[in-house]
């Protein structure tokens, strides 16, 4: 069975500062690999989608590793801004078929202090 | 930009009762997702979708559950004998294609509150 695991749970840092979030996963047959943000209280925006024929995916400010061997993935934000203060979750597809139901980590709280 | 819309944002309901959420996927897009969050946990897959039949459930999604599309554009969640434990965030998402490539989209969520 799929597990995900979001490193760490909680990070405060001042504004501007680079940052780095950890996702590992168990079963490394996965075809891609989602990030989204998550709001209080909302729902769920896609951030980036790296492909398992990927090692990168970049967007603005953001950019994601992927490593499928060592079942890890990492979001690396840059010059970070208080709007970017939200939970960021990892999920990857639970099963090799079908229409793939993501299997979602707990997030990582960030805070992004003024 | 086309977006996922879910209808209520929020429902109360009495123990016991029926309850059917709704939501709208993006309009060319071909699975649809539903998704559960229990406050403070992880978000929880419940149930896929693609030509008019179940593609995969997980364990959650018993005979409580069923989904349907009704017309061309609806998609619903039925919880049926509604318990205290179903209050949760019910997330509904889409996406073009199977196979695990496509990003999924989602919808801002109904909060149901059981009673």
């Known amino acids: 069975k799929q597990e995900v695991t979001q490193i760490p749970a909680a990070l405060s840092v001042p504004e501007g500062e680079n940052l780095v979030l950890n996702c590992s996963f168990t079963d490394s047959a996965i075809y891609n690999l989602q990030w989204f943000r998550q709001d209080p209280g909302k729902g769920l925006t896609s951030l980036l989608l790296i492909q398992s024929s990927q090692r990168e995916q970049t967007s603005g400010r953001l950019n994601a590793s992927l490593d499928k061997s060592s079942g890890r993935s990492t979001l690396y934000i840059a010059a970070s801004q208080p709007g970017d203060s939200a939970t960021y979750l990892c999920a990857v597809p639970t099963s090799g078929g079908g229409a793939d139901g993501l299997t979602f980590g707990k997030g990582t709280h960030l805070i992004i202090q003024p | 930009e086309p977006e996922v819309t879910q209808t209520p944002s929020h429902q109360v309901t009495q123990m016991g009762q029926e309850v059917i959420l709704r939501c709208v996927p993006i309009s060319n897009h071909l699975y649809f997702y539903w998704y559960r969050q229990i406050l403070g946990q992880k978000v929880e897959f419940l149930v896929s979708?693609?030509?008019?039949?179940?593609?995969?459930k997980s364990e959650i999604f018993d005979d409580q559950f069923s989904v349907e599309r009704p017309d061309g554009s609806n998609f619903t969640l039925k919880i049926r004998s509604t318990k205290l434990e179903d209050s949760a965030m019910y997330f509904c998402?889409?996406?073009?294609?199977?196979?695990?490539?496509?990003?999924?989209?989602f919808g801002p969520g109904t909060r149901l509150t059981v009673l």
């Open positions: 979708f693609y030509n008019n039949e179940i593609s995969e």
């Open positions: 998402a889409s996406n073009f294609l199977a196979g695990g490539t496509a990003e999924q989209f």
